[in-house]
């Protein structure tokens, strides 16, 4: 299973996300099966670390928050994004692509 993959004609991005961080980054590739791990600045209270998640990724794909969706895991530090835009893309804008 890859970190980004095809579901609904979107992108889907499965995420370890790290909160109560210094700033937001994504930090590389972590566990098994594979999620990328991403320190935010947010803490996990009261759903703010979700929307850090949302704007922050909103930011590095060049799209709006609208477009980005939390399907599984919103309160777990395993997400899984949905964004309006093709795998390849995703891969391309978070430098990702092989």
């Not at 999620?35 to 009261?46: E, F, G, Q, T």
């Not at 998640?53 to 709006?64: H, Q, R, T």
């Not at 399907?71 to 309006?84: A, F, W």
Request: charged content about 30%.
């Amino acid at each position: 299973m890859s970190i980004i993959s095809l579901y609904k004609d979107k992108a889907l991005i499965r995420l370890y996300i790290g909160p109560g961080a210094s700033k937001n980054e994504v930090v590389g590739v972590y566990g098994d099966p594979a999620r990328l791990k991403v320190k935010i600045k947010a803490p996990p209270v009261d759903g703010e670390a979700n929307n850090e998640v949302i704007s922050y990724f909103s930011k590095l794909l060049g799209i709006s928050k609208n477009q980005i969706q939390i399907i599984r895991g919103e309160t777990s530090k395993q997400k899984d994004i949905l964004v309006d835009l093709s795998p390849e893309e995703a891969m391309k804008c978070l430098g990702l692509e092989k």
